[in-house]
């Protein structure tokens, strides 16, 4: 294992190093297409870069070309900026590719065929660890139990993430591990799923999860170190060249140092830190500075403020349709909320908010318009999903500058849930990105990966159409709320950019930002939904150095 592991970070590391920036470089022959200062779409041909690896000139066709010292034929590719997603979980991509991955199964019977292959071939692990089951896409009706688990690994405690990451799936050995019993409370913000006799059916929702995650053996340094070279693997095969890693625990940072210290950091990541005992610890009174030339920041914290809604944990003003009796999770009470808020902006760092139902967005609102009195300057609060938003209340991310960070393949994926969820009545305020702009607010796009792929293409093909890669629903889902080409292109660079206090530094091909930048096969201003999905990356390039392609 330490042998592999080994092999897989030199190969990492000798990738890094194989390509060192030039200095004065001009990349010519391209078709080159960024959003500029003013928000609009900037072509040119050719892009000078230092050996620093910043960005010098801008040149079309009318430019005399500088005397450089290489000069590289873009073969008139078409050159993008580097793609950023606003919203991931960078570790759990990485450990979601090394473990089991139940993301592709589309019943009970499936999954658990799965499950039980996964363990005859993995008889050395103690525990089963894995992601990406929903009980929705398995049309079960109902959540799954430890029962069902047990007919398949009973020698084992199993423990398996939902696929929105706000429940885990675990048969009865671990459960009994955990010491989990039927007068084991419900803890605040969180819920047992129970059997008719009161006794853990085998789900655990948002803060419930803990009470049998505290006893999951931690990853070791080396399988995070292994993890994380997996997740920039991803990554940079999507061509995402930054991300914002939201909920960054202690272990998380020092994996992404160590990476920067032995030169295997590639990806970009603005960091927001999962408590404030990893922001202080990490950063101290103040957000840090960019280390290992722009590719490392802690600047905000997370805070969840409700759960999701496929478990029926996002916080809801009405009651849920298919659950009169319930009206979701708050994981805060208001003034925890705002005690947290302001304890960050205190020191300047910035708030991103998880808020899906549309009472918790409303609350995250009337607190940034409080706070806001307080708290003056750029303060960029962000609302992380932002799928659920009253029509009354849109109007009010037009003030404050409030950020929605949204993740276009979500709507995809959750359409028919959140019809079963909300009612026929209650959908007009579902995924409002078009109305978000109209409203003067700010679009910052991602995946929220490994929930989502990170493939920011078919976040473009989602955005621009509310379809999904069938082309389902014929004419999109509430089209009204689709966005331009150009809007789509910017919530996945400037606008992502612009989120995570990094504009100018990198997000756009202009002159003193990073050259962060992509050749791929397809304009994506010109691609029709279907093709943007099809969008092949063919080089990756980051401040200047090619880390992946031809």
């Not at 330490?2 to 990492?12: E, G, H, K, M, Q």
């Not at 969180?190 to 789900?203: F, L």
């Not at 960091?271 to 009174?285: C, I, K, M, R």
Request: hydrophobic share 40%; net charge negative; charged share 25%.
């Amino acid at each position: 294992m330490l042998r592999t592991l080994s092999t897989a970070l030199a190969a990492v590391s000798a990738l890094a190093l194989a390509a060192p920036a030039w200095a004065d470089t001009l990349v010519d022959n391209v078709d080159g297409v960024t959003i500029d200062e003013a928000g609009k779409v900037k072509r040119f041909n050719g892009l000078v870069f230092d050996e620093d690896g910043k960005i010098t000139q801008v040149l079309t066709r009318s430019d005399k070309r500088p005397q450089v010292d290489y000069r590289l034929d873009g073969e008139g590719r078409v050159m993008i900026p580097g793609m950023i997603d606003a919203h991931v979980h960078v570790m759990d991509i990485g450990f979601a590719a090394l473990t089991l991955d139940l993301s592709d199964t589309t019943s009970l019977e499936d999954a658990l065929a799965k499950i039980k292959a996964f363990a005859e071939a993995n008889p050395g692990r103690p525990w089963i660890i894995g992601r990406g089951w929903n009980q929705e896409k398995w049309g079960l009706g109902r959540f799954p139990t430890a029962a069902e688990l047990d007919a398949v690994v009973s020698d084992r405690p199993v423990w398996l993430e939902r696929a929105d990451n706000h429940a885990n799936w675990g048969n009865s050995l671990a459960i009994k591990t955990a010491g989990v019993t039927a007068k084991t409370p419900d803890p605040q913000g969180g819920k047992i799923i129970r059997d008719a006799k009161g006794a853990p059916a085998g789900v655990f929702v948002d803060y419930a999860v803990q009470l049998v995650g505290k006893v999951v053996p931690p990853p070791r340094p080396e399988d995070r170190d292994l993890a994380f070279a997996k997740a920039q693997e991803v990554l940079l095969g999507y061509g995402v060249t930054a991300v914002a890693d939201m909920g960054t625990k202690m272990p998380d940072w020092t994996t992404y140092r160590r990476a920067g210290d032995a030169g295997r950091l590639q990806i970009r990541i603005m960091s927001y830190a999962d408590s404030f005992e990893t922001l202080e610890t990490v950063a101290g009174p103040e957000p840090t500075v960019w280390l290992y030339d722009d590719k490392l920041r802690m600047g905000g914290i997370k805070l969840y403020l409700d759960g999701a809604l496929g478990s029926r944990g996002a916080s809801l003003k009405a009651p849920y349709h298919d659950d009169p009796g319930a009206k979701g999770l708050p994981l805060l009470t208001p003034a925890q909320l705002r005690n947290l808020m302001s304890r960050a902006a205190m020191d300047n760092f910035q708030t991103a908010v998880h808020a899906i139902g549309d009472a918790a967005n409303a609350e995250v609102l009337a607190a940034v318009e409080e706070l806001s009195e307080s708290y003056t300057g750029d303060r960029r609060w962000r609302i992380e999903h932002a799928q659920i938003i009253d029509p009354a209340d849109i109007a009010r991310l037009g003030k404050h500058g409030v950020i929605a960070s949204m993740q276009p393949l979500h709507q995809t994926s959750d359409r028919l849930m959140a019809e079963a969820r909300l009612g026929p009545d209650r959908l007009d305020g579902a995924y409002p990105w078009r109305s978000v702009i109209s409203v003067g607010g700010r679009l910052a796009f991602g995946s929220d990966a490994p929930v989502e792929p990170a493939d920011p293409f078919a976040g473009m093909a989602a955005a621009i159409s509310r379809t999904d890669a069938k082309g389902e629903p014929f004419g999109g889902w509430f089209p009204q709320e689709t966005v331009t080409r150009e809007q789509a292109l910017a919530g996945y660079t400037s606008g992502a950019a612009f989120a995570g206090f990094a504009e100018g530094r990198f997000g756009r091909l202009l002159p003193g930002e990073r050259a962060d930048f992509l050749l791929v096969d397809r304009d994506p201003l010109f691609a029709s939904p279907e093709a943007l999905r099809e969008t092949k990356v063919l080089q990756v390039w980051i401040g200047g150095v090619k880390v992946r392609g031809d």
